[in-house]
C-alpha cells in the first residue's frame, strides 16, 4: 500500500530551548532563511507523501499560519513588485496539503501519534519529529519508503551514538541482516547507563503501520511518566516484526542548543547562494579561534 500521509508532532513546549521558545514555538526557529519546521515538510514533499498531519497544541498556530496562504502578505508584496519575494512565500502555502489536530494535554510523544489516528486512517504512514533535521542526498523518509515497498514492514530510522549518549535516545537491539539493516529485538526508551550494550538510537523518522494506534491505546506511561512512541514499537515488532535502518546523511538535534547551531552551519555551508561566503568566513574564523 502507497504511503501517502505523514505525522508531525509539533506540540512540545520546547522546554530544551528556553527562553527563545517562550513566545513563539521552537518549529519557528530559523536555520538560515526557514524555520526548522519547513525543512521537515520539505523533506516530506520531496519524498512524494501527500498529505502532512501536524500534532499541534495552544500556541503553534504560527507553525499553521507558516503553511497557509497570506493574502495580505500576498497583495503588499505584489503590489510592491517583489515578484519574486512574493512567489517565494507563496510557494511554501501550495508545498502540500496540511491539516492538523490539537494534542490537549502533553501525556507524551505516543499519546501525539495517537491523536492523528483518525486523520491516518487504516493506511501506513510516516512519523518526522520536528528537531530532528536530516541533510541527505536523497531524503531520508525516501530511503525509508523506498524499503518499506521491498519489506511491507515498519521501520525506524537509526543512527550509532557513542554509548554515553544512549540514555538520551530510544535504544534497538538487534541482529543485522544485511548493511544498514537490523531485524529489531527490543526496543527501550532512555534506557539507564549499563542496561543496554546497544548503540542504535532511534532519529526522529518512523515507518509504521496503523496497527501502532491500538497498541498507543494501551500502552501505560513509562519513561518520564510518559506514553512513549519506543513502547508501542516495541509491543508493534512483537506482533508484526520491524527494521531498524541506518539512514545515509547526517542527523542534526535542533532541538539542542549545540545541535541546531551545528546544524545552522552545515545548512548555511550548502546554501545555493549563501554557502560560497559563508564558507570563506568559517575558515578565516577558524584560524583565528
Ligand atoms: C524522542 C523519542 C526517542 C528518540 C528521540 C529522537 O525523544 O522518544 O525514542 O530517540 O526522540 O530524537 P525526545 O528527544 O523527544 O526526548
Known sequence: MKVRKAVIPVAGLGTRFLPASKAIPKEMLTVVDRPTIQYIVEEVVASGIEEVILVTSAGKSAIENHFDYNFELDTFLEQKRKHGLAEEVRHISNLIDVVSVRQKKPLGLGHAIWMARNV??????????????????????????????????????????????????????????????????????????????????????????????????????????????????????????????????????????????KAIVAFASCHKTLGPAFRRYIKEMAATL
Open 120 to 261: 491516518v486512517g487504516n493506511e501506513p504512514f510516516l512519523v518526522l519529529l520536528g528537531d530532528d533535521l536530516v541533510q541527505a542526498e536523497t531524503p531520508c523518509c525516501k530511503q525509508m519508503l523506498d524499503l518499506f515497498e521491498e519489506l511491507q514492514t515498519p521501520i525506524v530510522a537509526i543512527q550509532r551514538v557513542p554509548q554515553e549518549e544512549t540514555h538520551q535516545y530510544g535504544i534497538v537491539e538487534g541482529q543485522a541482516v544485511r548493511d544498514r539493516l537490523t531485524k529489531v529485538n527490543r526496543l527501550i526508551e532512555k534506557p539507564a547507563p549499563g542496561t543496554s550494550d546497544s548503540n542504535m538510537a532511534i532519529i526522529g523518522r518512523y515507518l509504521l503501520t496503523p496497527e501502532i494506534f491500538d497498541l498507543l491505546e494501551k500502552t501505560t506511561p513509562g519513561h518520564g511518566g510518559e506514553i512513549q512512541l519506543t513502547d508501542a514499537l516495541m509491543a508493534l515488532s512483537n506482533k508484526n516484526g520491524m527494521y531498524a535502518y541506518e539512514f545515509e546523511g547526517t542527523r542534526y538535534d535542533a532541538g539542542d542548543k549545540l545541535g541546531y547551531l
